[in-house]
């Protein structure tokens, strides 16, 4: 798991600076097997079922099927979305307060490009439409994002096959891009993710942080 902000205090020609670590977003690595069905986008859910405190980044391989009342978009309502085995990334974002819809959904465009440089460095090529991966015709994710008062909340999800998706949508998964991927290598894979994802968010903050403004 990533740590969260410290106050690290350094005496330099006697004089005590004080700053902040940016490696603010805590990650965590599931055990596989944990099914996604629509409640890991309520806010806090890290909170309550994992005890993580603050901006998070959780990522675990489980199957999906969303119950009804747990749709966030509209266009969804009435849609079946499942699959049998699926890699997840769940994140939560307390930085902005209120929280705010549109850098949610910035976040989230940003977090699929990321996914999508991360497959072409292992030799798969996908298309980016919107906040979707495409192989092919073949849709490769699943996203949402979404906010409550206090949280911003992003829901990204690859297949890893095209088993138990919905009949009515051409699918793909990264084990049939990839016959050679192991269970290992996608787990690698998600951890190099969140890593790359909190570390762009730190420097982001960084470079915030250094900026002449007017």
């Keep these: 798991m990533g740590i969260g902000p ?60 969303i119950h009804s009342q747990e749709l966030i978009d509209y266009e969804d309502v009435g849609l079946e979305i499942t699959s049998s085995e699926m890699v997840h990334f769940i994140i939560e974002h307390f930085d902005v307060q209120p929280a705010d819809i549109r850098m949610c959904y ?54 890893l096959t095209s088993q138990g998706t919905p009949d009515d949508v051409e699918t793909v998964g990264l084990k049939e891009c990839s016959p050679a991927l192991t269970s290992k290598d996608v787990r690698e894979l998600s951890e190099n993710i969140s890593n790359k994802y909190a570390r762009e968010i730190a420097d982001i903050e960084e470079d915030i942080s250094k900026t002449r403004v007017f």
Excluded at 26 to 37: A, H, P, R, S, V
Excluded at 110 to 117: E, Q, R, S, T
């Design 6 to 65: 410290q106050i690290i205090s350094t005496l330099e020609n006697n004089r005590i600076h004080l700053r902040i670590d940016l490696i603010f977003m805590k990650q965590k690595t599931l055990k596989t097997g944990l099914l996604y069905d629509g409640s890991q986008i309520q806010p806090m859910w890290a909170f309550q079922e994992l005890g993580i405190k603050g901006s998070s980044i959780v990522t675990w391989i489980g199957p999906m099927n």
């Design 106 to 159: 910035h976040r989230q465009r940003l977090l699929v490009m990321m996914v999508k440089d991360s497959l072409e460095e292992i030799g798969i090529k996908a298309r980016r439409e919107g906040d979707d991966l495409y192989v092919g015709q073949g849709k490769l994710s699943v996203s949402i994002a979404t906010c409550s008062v206090s949280s911003m909340k992003i829901h990204f999800a690859l297949n």
